[in-house]
């Protein structure tokens, strides 16, 4: 990554208090950019004041929420680059309360990007998308081409989302891309619930030296380390072939979640995990195996994972041995 790209660049990151929204915080802060975090706060939603320990003082932080129309118009304006990673993770809270779940992963999108199109038409947007749009996968590895099915709220709303991005791109000139993300995992993600991802609750339960479950343990997956998730965005955002672009995120290895588990344990040097069957409303939106082929921004921006998933959990867990409570 040029330094020059970023250096004394204004940057806007949505969501970012939160997990991949911080430490995207903090790496920009390395290239020598002027951070702006946006973030509700709200409780569910994974921001953490905590996550910007130590640059507090360098990044300025706006508590607002994406839904607040007015204030994004006004947010957006003299910015160079949009991060918009503002959104709601939960797959089982958009089923539970599908019109949250409407407006912050779809009605939002839209009001962002008609606040870049009227008040800042040269930002540069990068937009944080999900592999759950697919669904069920038809093959493996899933590529870009797959049919895109979603199995819950989140995934239909989260669709829309990604493709008004893409679509003021094509129409408006709003330079915008899009990244499907996977099983993102790392320090600063969210532990004290499933909301963000499973990992996190099985980390937190290991280093609480309690025992964790492992629901159904033969799905096979792939997982992205956080900060090889910042580099595909740096890279999106300052590579011209990204623009009206999506790609997938993956991971350096496929695995079963019953490896996964006993790798977590291997690393702590302790623990146990059970195996159990799937919860009956987990069942119904479980997508069975899935990993990504991600050839196609390896191709077109030089992106791949250089993590290993027994490295990248190595610093997971070191981080929350330090910080754990406050994460809960």
């Keep these: 990554m ?20 911080s430490n995207l915080a903090r790496r920009l802060l390395q290239l020598g950019a002027k951070v702006l975090l946006v973030d509700s706060l709200i409780p569910e939603y994974g921001g953490n ?7 507090e003082d360098q990044v300025e932080v706006n508590i607002s929420d994406v839904r607040d129309q007015y204030s994004m118009r006004y947010l957006v304006q003299g910015q160079d680059f949009l991060f918009n990673l503002a959104g709601q993770t939960s797959h089982l809270d958009s089923m539970h309360d599908p019109y949250t779940d ?12 008609e606040a870049c199109r009227n008040y800042n038409s040269d930002i540069k947007v990068v937009f944080a998308s999900t592999r759950q749009l697919y669904g069920k996968p038809d093959y493996l590895p899933v590529d870009e081409n797959h049919l895109l099915r979603p199995v819950d709220v ?17 129409v408006y000139g709003i330079r915008a891309s899009a990244l499907r993300l996977t099983n993102t995992y790392g320090s600063r993600m969210r532990v004290k619930d499933a909301r963000q991802t499973f990992l996190g609750i099985w980390v937190r339960l290991v280093v609480e030296e309690k025992p964790f479950e492992v629901w159904g343990g033969e799905q096979l997956r792939d997982f992205t380390y956080v900060e090889d998730a ?6 999106a955002a300052v590579q011209p072939e990204a623009e009206g672009q999506i790609f997938n995120l993956g991971g350096d290895c496929i695995i079963s979640l019953r490896e996964t588990a006993e790798l977590l344990i291997k690393i702590n040097q302790g623990g146990e995990f059970k195996i159990r069957e799937f919860p009956p409303e987990r069942k119904r939106i ?3 195996d899935y990993y990504t082929d991600y050839s196609k921004i390896k191709s077109s921006l030089g ?14 867990l070191a981080f929350y041995r330090n910080y754990l409570p406050q994460y809960l």
Aim: glycine letters at 12%; proline letters at 1%; hydrophobic letters at 40%.
């Design 230 to 235: 910042v580099d595909a965005m740096l890279m």
């Design 102 to 113: 409407l407006e912050i992963n779809c009605r939002s999108q839209l009001s962002i990007l």
């Design 154 to 170: 989140n995934g239909i709303n989260k669709m829309a989302g990604e493709w008004y991005h893409i679509l003021y791109n094509n």
């Design 2 to 21: 040029k330094d020059s790209a970023f250096a004394q660049k204004k940057v806007l990151i949505t969501g970012g208090l939160g997990f991949i929204g």
């Design 303 to 316: 992106w791949n994972p250089k993590t290993s998933l027994e490295e990248g959990l190595t610093q997971t």
């Design 286 to 288: 479980d997508i069975g």
């Design 49 to 55: 004041l905590f996550n910007i320990d130590g640059i």
